[in-house]
Nanobody
Framework: QGQLVESGGGLVQPGGSLRLSCVAS????????MGWYRQAPGKQRDMVAR???????NYVDSVKGRFTISRDNAKNTVYLQMNSLKPDDTAVYYC?????????????WGQGTQVTVSS
C-alpha cells in the first residue's frame, strides 16, 4: 500500500524559496506519476507540477520558470523547489502518486504541508 510523507513547508517572505520533499514507499515510487498539488482556502485543489515515469514534466502556467519538480530514485523522494515565491502561492501543498492501468486508476495523497508567503 502506498504511503507519502511530505515535509518542507513553512513561512517565507515574497521572493524567497522553499523546497518541499515527499518520501514515497518503494512499491509506488518507480511506477507512478508523481505530482504536487495545492489548495488555497476556499478553493479547489489544483495541479502544480507533475513528473511522469519517463521523465517528462509539466507545470501550471503560474509557476513555470519558478518551480522545479525532481526526483531522487535512491531516496524514493520527489522534490518541489519553489523560487521567487509570491503571496498567491500560499496554500496547503499535497504530494500525489497516480497510476492508470487500463480502466483502473490509483491515487495516493500525502497529508499536506502548509506554505505561507507573507511579509
Amino acid at each position: 500500500q502506498g504511503q507519502l510523507v511530505e515535509s518542507g513547508g513553512g513561512l517565507v517572505q515574497p521572493g524567497g524559496s522553499l523546497r518541499l520533499s515527499c518520501v514515497a514507499s518503494g512499491s509506488i515510487f518507480s511506477t507512478y506519476t508523481m505530482g504536487w498539488y495545492r489548495q488555497a482556502p476556499g478553493k479547489q485543489r489544483d495541479m502544480v507540477a507533475r513528473l511522469f515515469t519517463g521523465g517528462y514534466t509539466n507545470y501550471v502556467d503560474s509557476v513555470k520558470g519558478r518551480f522545479t519538480i525532481s526526483r531522487d530514485n535512491a531516496k524514493n523522494t520527489v522534490y518541489l523547489q519553489m523560487n521567487s515565491l509570491k503571496p498567491d502561492d500560499t496554500a496547503v501543498y499535497y504530494c500525489n502518486a497516480h497510476r492508470t492501468v487500463g480502466w483502473s486508476a490509483n491515487d495516493y495523497w500525502g497529508q499536506g504541508t502548509q506554505v505561507t508567503v507573507s511579509s
